[in-house]
Every structure is written in structure tokens, then in C-alpha cells.
């Protein structure tokens, strides 16, 4: 089991960034896979982003070029860097942890372990 807390939420406007930040703890040690996913309201969580290991990032269509994931291990951190944010991007954002093959990593219903989300609002 691990343990996720977001930060870093707030609002921006169009064009502008943020930078989401993910402290897992508990069972730190094991492999997981971590990645970023939102929802808007009524609608399905999808993937942002997601990393496992030395795997190259899965990245969603709609903000590759724009959003960049990475992680501290030393740190147990995911973040996430948000650029050229769009109103769009205007949801709640959470991190997750799980074992999941690689590629299904922006697969949100393969990930048990969720974060209590941050939201982003990006003004036009």
C-alpha cells in the first residue's frame, strides 16, 4: 500500500504553468508505476501522463509538447510540469500508483492507489 499527496494545484491563466507534485509514502520500496490522470466533471478519469522505471514515458495526445513528467526517487516524488496551459486543462488532476504493465499506463482503472487530487483552473 502507498500513500499519495498532491500539491501544487491553483489557477493560471491561458498560456501560462504549473508544476504538480505527488509525496508517496508507505511501501516506498516496491515497484510501482506512477502516473497523473484527471476528470472532469460527469466524465471518465483519463491519463496525462505515466511512468514505470527506465520505460519511456507514456504521454496522452492531448498535452504532449506540453505537459512533462518526471520523479525523484531519493525524494519519493512524481511531478509534473504543466506549460502553454489551456482553459481545457481546467479539471482535477490526481496521481496514482500501481504494478501495471507499460503499456497500460494511462490505463486509470489499472492503478488501485489514488491521491486526493489538486485542482487546476486555467483562465482564458
Known amino acids: 500500500q502507498v500513500e499519495l499527496v498532491e500539491s501544487g494545484g491553483g489557477s493560471v491563466q491561458s498560456g501560462g504553468s504549473l508544476r504538480l507534485s505527488c509525496a508517496a509514502s508507505g511501501d516506498t520500496h516496491s515497484r510501482y508505476s506512477m502516473g497523473w490522470f484527471r476528470q472532469a466533471p460527469g466524465k471518465n478519469r483519463e491519463g496525462v501522463a505515466a511512468?514505470?522505471?527506465?520505460?519511456?514515458?507514456s504521454i496522452a495526445d492531448s498535452v504532449k509538447g506540453r505537459f512533462t513528467i518526471s520523479q525523484d526517487k531519493a525524494k519519493n516524488t512524481l511531478y509534473l510540469d504543466m506549460n502553454r496551459l489551456l482553459p481545457e486543462d481546467t479539471v482535477m488532476y490526481y496521481c496514482?500508483?500501481?504494478?501495471?504493465?507499460?503499456?497500460?499506463?494511462?490505463?486509470?482503472?489499472?492503478?488501485?492507489?489514488w491521491g486526493q487530487g489538486t485542482q487546476v483552473t486555467v483562465s482564458s
Open positions: 496514482a500508483a500501481e504494478r501495471v504493465e507499460w503499456w497500460k499506463l494511462l490505463v486509470a482503472s489499472k492503478f488501485d492507489n
Open positions: 511512468i514505470d522505471g527506465d520505460v519511456t514515458p
